[in-house]
């Protein structure tokens, strides 16, 4: 096996490219949300808001980040096309429970003096396979093969090979 089709298997694999989005959008995530702790959590530390500190810097990173995160896995990860509107609906209540459980969770652990920047950092590694496994097999599932669309990076590394082995290629 050469470098090029170890290449093409991984750049084909959903799980790689889940990982290499969500990674991305978690970078992202997390940045918005340092930013907000340290300028709007701060300020409502000040006033005395501590818990409601830590849930409205949460929500608040939530929307901007969720987002980004939408286009990114509807259109580099799972690749669909149609419904949007019920993708997204999918999608923000498939977030909805690691959501619901951070808002419970962050609160408490920066109440027992963790720090929330800490505390937020380690909730997103436990959140992470719950998002993959609901975004894989309810946001962006399609019965229909023909909702997905055609692959165009792997075409890029599919074009010497021949017809039969390349859509061969794509039925796995």
Not at 82 to 107: K, M, Q, T, W
């Given at each position: 096996?050469?470098?090029?089709?170890?290449?093409?298997?991984?750049?084909?694999?959903?799980?790689?490219?889940?990982?290499?989005?969500?990674?991305?959008?978690?970078?992202?995530?997390?940045?918005?949300?340092?930013?907000?702790?340290?300028?709007?959590?701060?300020?409502?530390?000040?006033?005395?808001?501590?818990?409601?500190a830590s849930v409205v810097t949460l929500l608040v990173a939530h929307a901007?980040?969720?987002?980004?995160?939408?286009?990114?896995?509807?259109?580099?990860?799972?690749?669909?096309?149609?419904?949007?509107?019920?993708?997204?609906?999918?999608?923000?209540?498939?977030?909805?429970?690691?959501?619901?459980?951070?808002?419970?969770?962050?609160?408490?652990?920066?109440?027992?003096?963790?720090?929330?920047?800490?505390?937020?950092?380690?909730?997103?590694?436990?959140?992470?396979?719950?998002?993959?496994?609901?975004?894989?097999?309810?946001?962006?599932?399609?019965?229909?093969?023909?909702?997905?669309?055609?692959d165009p990076l792997a075409e890029v590394f599919a074009h010497d090979q021949?017809?039969?082995?390349?859509?061969?290629?794509?039925s796995t």
């Amino acid at each position: 096996m050469t470098l090029k089709d170890v290449a093409e298997r991984v750049v084909r694999d959903h799980r790689f490219r889940f990982l290499l989005v969500g990674g991305i959008n978690t970078a992202f995530g997390f940045l918005v949300f340092v930013l907000l702790d340290l300028t709007l959590g701060r300020a409502l530390d000040n006033q005395g808001l501590k818990v409601l500190a830590s849930v409205v810097t949460l929500l608040v990173a939530h929307a901007i980040a969720s987002l980004l995160a939408f286009v990114l896995y509807r259109r580099f990860v799972f690749r669909v096309t149609g419904h949007a509107l019920i993708d997204f609906v999918r999608f923000e209540s498939v977030y909805a429970v690691p959501l619901a459980i951070n808002v419970v969770v962050l609160p408490l652990v920066v109440a027992l003096g963790v720090p929330r920047i800490v505390a937020q950092g380690c909730i997103i590694v436990v959140t992470t396979l719950f998002s993959y496994f609901g975004h894989r097999f309810f946001s962006f599932r399609r019965s229909d093969p023909a909702g997905a669309e055609r692959d165009p990076l792997a075409e890029v590394f599919a074009h010497d090979q021949p017809a039969s082995a390349a859509s061969q290629e794509e039925s796995t």
